[in-house]
């Protein structure tokens, strides 16, 4: 198995700071640095929706070194599946594109996985596979809030994560590994690698989680953004407190109408 296509990054919630909203929106930034240095990626800019105390939306946009997008991507939450949601990312740099969408044919609903590896690629394309224990992109998020309590013991809990650069799910597991302070800030360590044989020797994903909100704080291990020869790019992301603040829905609609482009 490749590692190249096993990735999470840029996915979660923001640091301790503004207090989410019953139904509102909310927003934060993070920089992206290549793994072991400071050697600046990308930037990210989110915008997420609340309605009723859980979060029905989010807006990303990945930025150059001057703020301008090149890249975005899309969430939404679908009711009854809050680990699952539909997303379309897409890459102005090289056309790549990949998600869930839901589609109703014929009035039936249809959840569909397609990725597309650049704009020369064509698009492949698939059904969303019927796993109970299904997690996709921004859904580990809710993952961990649901499995908390049960991380917090030692508990290993397993799941099936989606790769829609393969149209397939694979065998994952999370697991607690310490506490360590943030930037002033108590967090809780989490690994997640793939389960059997092959998460023996490929490297896992580290995310660290606020005790006091439970929201991600950093993440460490590989993007969903890929350099120029289509490999991921290997990061740590931290979002600074300071950078979570409550905003109006012009804030939503800005980075959905934002221009995308290359980076110069």
């Not at 990308?42 to 309605?51: D, I, P, S, T």
């Not at 350099?227 to 600074?240: E, M, T």
Request: proline share 5%.
């Amino acid at each position: 198995m490749n590692i190249r296509v096993i990735v999470l990054g840029g996915l979660w919630a923001a640091s301790a700071g503004a207090a989410e909203p019953q139904d509102g929106y909310l927003t934060y930034s993070g920089v992206a640095d290549v793994r072991h240095t400071t050697t600046f990626l990308y930037g990210e800019q989110h915008v997420l929706q609340f309605r009723q105390g859980h979060i029905a939306s989010r807006v990303v946009l990945y930025t150059c070194k001057d703020g301008s997008a090149f890249a975005r991507k899309l969430v939404t939450y679908v009711d009854g599946a809050p680990t699952v949601p539909d997303f379309i990312i897409e890459d102005a740099s090289d056309g790549m594109r990949e998600g869930i969408r839901t589609a109703s044919p014929a009035g039936q609903h249809e959840r569909i996985v397609f990725f597309r590896a650049n704009a020369r690629a064509a698009e492949k394309s698939g059904p969303l596979p019927a796993e109970p224990d299904l997690v996709a992109d921004a859904g580990f998020d809710e993952f961990v809030r649901a499995h908390w309590d049960s991380l917090m013991t030692g508990a290993v809990s397993q799941m099936r994560f989606l790769l829609p650069s393969r149209l397939e799910d694979y065998a994952f597991q999370v697991q607690r590994l310490r506490q360590e302070t943030i930037g002033g800030i108590p967090t809780e360590v989490f690994r997640l690698r793939l389960s059997g044989f092959w998460g023996w020797f490929l490297p896992g994903i580290d995310v660290y989680y606020s005790d006091a909100e439970r929201v991600l704080v950093r993440y460490d291990g590989l993007s969903d953004l890929r350099d120029a020869s289509g490999d991921n790019y290997k990061v740590v992301i931290d979002f600074p407190p300071q950078e979570r603040k409550a905003v109006g829905e012009a804030a939503l609609q800005q980075a959905l109408r934002a221009p995308l482009a290359a980076c110069r």
